[in-house]
């Protein structure tokens, strides 16, 4: 059988088992139950189950082989699926029934929205275009609800809200002038203007105000999303290092976040702050929108619930 290995070196796999439970999920939603092994079925169909390959002393004919691949990967979305429950308590929106997930809802929609945006079929084009888009803003006012009364929050990833839309520059210049210790200043050498596009890597600034006149030592997190399959290749993309080309940063340093709408792997949760900073995963977008339920519903509901409907 499959040697059992730290969370680090199979985190890949976790990860790879975590999508098949996003495909029973999605089932769930759809039809209101799903069996939780159907993701794997879909896999078992398309015959893509090689990463399930099973380490025995003995050679095995061809059906035992994939009898036990399938128990492998069916085994691991089970406990994939439960993990989460665990990780969410009430929050979740399923609940598991004598081996079926049952969509059960909850106070808000974001996990529904997160999920949509890992399985629509692309976030580029036509309208899930919308799926990034929200992501970022939702996740920018969820991280300044954290924050308290004090909390400001500013959207700065391309493409930017306003007519005509404001540069890379204008979005800075808007912080800078609210919060003052977060100024444009590029390095010698480069345009006085910024990037001719994008956002150096940087979707949203939250910030605590100060409580008093003084703005100085204020609490700054620079906030980078990742919603495509490649999230795992922008760990890098934000870092104060390429920001300060363009920024004076505050003396306090900021605080990165990494806010994806997966479940991560233990594994790769854990390799990703180290590399990230904080990371918001769909569990955490989901506990922070019930934290807020009833505001997150006034001001984002109308917005995820149309969302939602182009998958779901």
């Not at 390095?187 to 605590?208: C, E, I, K, N, R």
């Amino acid at each position: 059988m499959r040697r059992r290995d730290d969370p680090y070196s199979l985190r890949a796999h976790h990860q790879r088992i975590a999508g098949d439970a996003d495909q029973t999920e999605m089932t769930a939603v759809i039809d209101g139950v799903a069996q939780i092994d159907s993701g794997v079925r879909d896999e078992q169909i398309a015959g893509a189950m090689d990463d399930f390959d099973i380490v025995s002393d003995q050679p095995l004919e061809e059906w035992h082989d994939n009898d036990l691949k399938y128990d492998e990967a069916a085994g691991g979305v089970r406990l994939e699926i439960e993990r989460r429950a665990s990780l969410l308590g009430e929050a979740y929106p399923f609940s598991i029934e004598s081996g079926r997930l049952v969509y059960t809802g909850a106070r808000t929609k974001a996990y529904e929205f997160c999920l949509a945006t890992v399985v629509a079929p692309n976030i580029t084009s036509g309208v899930y275009v919308i799926y990034p888009r929200l992501f970022e803003r939702l996740c920018a006012w969820l991280v300044q609800k954290s924050l308290g009364p004090l909390g400001r929050s500013f959207h700065t990833g391309a493409p930017r809200d306003g007519k005509p839309q404001p540069t890379f520059r204008q979005a800075v210049e808007a912080i800078q002038r609210e919060a003052e210790e977060f100024s444009w200043r590029p390095d010698d050498g480069l345009p006085q203007q910024g990037p001719s596009t994008g956002d150096a890597g940087l979707d949203f600034v939250v910030y605590q105000s100060s409580i008093c006149p003084r703005l100085v030592g204020q609490l700054f997190i620079l906030g980078q999303c990742a919603c495509g399959e490649d999230w795992t290749e922008k760990w890098n993309d934000l870092t104060l290092p390429k920001l300060g080309k363009w920024i004076k940063l505050p003396p306090v340093a900021p605080t990165r976040v990494l806010a994806v709408p997966f479940v991560l792997s233990e594994g790769y949760f854990r390799d990703a702050t180290k590399e990230a900073g904080i990371v918001i995963d769909r569990v955490r977008v989901s506990l922070y929108s019930d934290m807020f339920d009833e505001e997150l519903n006034q001001v984002w509901g109308e917005k995820i619930e149309s969302a939602v409907g182009h998958v779901f």
